[in-house]
């Protein structure tokens, strides 16, 4: 009964090794079967160094005119965009800045707010980096170049050929730097 026993071993662990054996085999095929069966059908074919990487999701046959505004309100800095407009199509990555100088003699921090025209625009209009995310703190004569790294939608409606985009940037109130120094008050 043990020599029945161990035959029987025998034969499932070489059955077993077999099996394994051509899983490996069939898994090392698996490379060059699965890179002639795209060469053959056109799917999937990653690995044609002849056609040039491209963004699917840009839609070439439109194009949109972005125009940028600049507007301060009660802030007496320089706030201008580095261009006047650029030609974009919809899915195209745009980075643009905008110039900002403080004129005063002590810090100043203010807030950006976007507006939109036409109105609708705001809803495809993605901005991924842009200075009105946060507040700006210039100190005295400082000036910078501030991005806006932004996306137009491609289900921007077709009849929509222009955008503005418009800062205004407004004081944060309460955030005003104290002057460097102080004269000490006699008796204190």
Same mark, same amino acid.
């Given at each position: 009964m043990n020599k029945q026993?161990?035959?029987? *071993?025998? $034969?499932?662990?070489?059955?077993m090794l077999v099996v394994a054996v051509l899983m490996f085999g069939f898994g090392y095929a698996m490379v060059p079967m699965y890179q002639k069966f795209c060469e053959v059908t056109g799917i999937n074919n990653l690995l044609n160094a002849d056609d040039p990487l491209r963004n699917t999701q840009v839609d070439t046959s439109?194009?949109?005119t972005v125009e940028f505004d600049a507007n301060l309100h009660g802030l007496p800095w320089s706030f201008k965009p580095g261009q006047s407009s650029?030609?974009?199509?919809?899915?195209?990555?745009?980075?643009?800045?905008?110039?900002?100088s *403080?004129? $005063?003699?002590?810090?100043?921090?203010?807030?950006a707010i976007p507006s939109y025209g036409p109105q609708l625009a705001a809803a495809h209009f993605r901005k991924l980096e842009c200075f009105c995310f946060t507040r700006q703190t210039l100190g005295p004569g400082e000036s910078r170049e501030m991005p806006v790294v932004f996306v137009i939608d491609p289900a921007l409606p077709e009849d929509v050929n222009t955008i503005t985009l418009s800062y205004t940037f407004f004081e944060v109130a309460g955030t005003l730097a104290e002057p460097a120094s102080k004269p000490a008050r006699p008796g204190a």
């Open positions: 026993r161990n035959a029987d *071993n025998r $034969r499932v662990l070489v059955r439109r194009t949109v650029v030609e974009v199509h919809p899915g195209e990555l745009v980075h643009v800045v905008y110039r900002v *403080n004129t $005063r003699d002590h810090a100043v921090t203010g807030q």
